[in-house]
């Protein structure tokens, strides 16, 4: 059986890109990556629930990815990070942002960013395998939070 070949590996295969040191990246390169692929996952997630309109599934993917639920994500699985997950995230969190979200709070928002950070790193180091499971485990825990309110 052949192996599969990630996402990354191929990108970097058919534009010929070179190997990049993923410390040289600055916390907000690492969160512009990482909000393309956290949207990537949410709207994969969303799709495969079934066909629909365009904007129900818009409206459904927003629940997932704007800034005041990743920061619940961040918030609910920050236990589960190792110290260099949890150093990445803080480089995210601490960076200045150069805009803010619509309708969230600067600290929604700085934890979003520090949240799409540590997804960009897990992607440009290929361990989405991880990323995906702290998604699960915050999804789950937000959850169960939900059930005791």
Same mark, same amino acid.
């Given at each position: ?62 629940? +997932?990815? /704007? =800034?005041?639920?990743?920061? !619940? *994500? $961040? ?8 110290? #260099? ?23 929604? +928002?700085? /934890? =979003?960013?520090?949240?799409? !950070? *540590? $997804? ?8 989405? #395998? ?20």
């Amino acid at each position: 059986m052949e192996e599969s070949v990630g996402l990354l590996r191929q990108i970097k295969e058919s534009f010929g890109l070179k190997e990049v040191d993923i410390r040289t990246y600055s916390p907000l390169t690492l969160a512009y990556i990482g909000d393309a692929v956290y949207d990537v996952i949410f709207r994969t997630a969303v799709v495969a629930q079934g066909n629909a309109p365009v904007n129900k599934l818009h409206h459904k993917t927003i629940q +997932y990815v /704007k =800034a005041p639920a990743q920061a !619940a *994500l $961040i918030e609910s699985i920050m236990e589960e990070l190792t110290p #260099e997950e949890e150093a990445v995230y803080k480089r995210g969190r601490n960076a200045k942002p150069y805009t803010m979200a619509k309708n969230a709070t600067m600290g929604e +928002y700085k /934890k =979003a960013t520090g949240l799409e !950070a *540590l $997804i960009g790193y897990f992607y440009l180091t290929d361990q989405m #395998e991880r990323a995906l499971h702290l998604i699960q485990i915050g999804l789950h825990n937000i959850e169960e939070a939900g059930k005791e309110s």
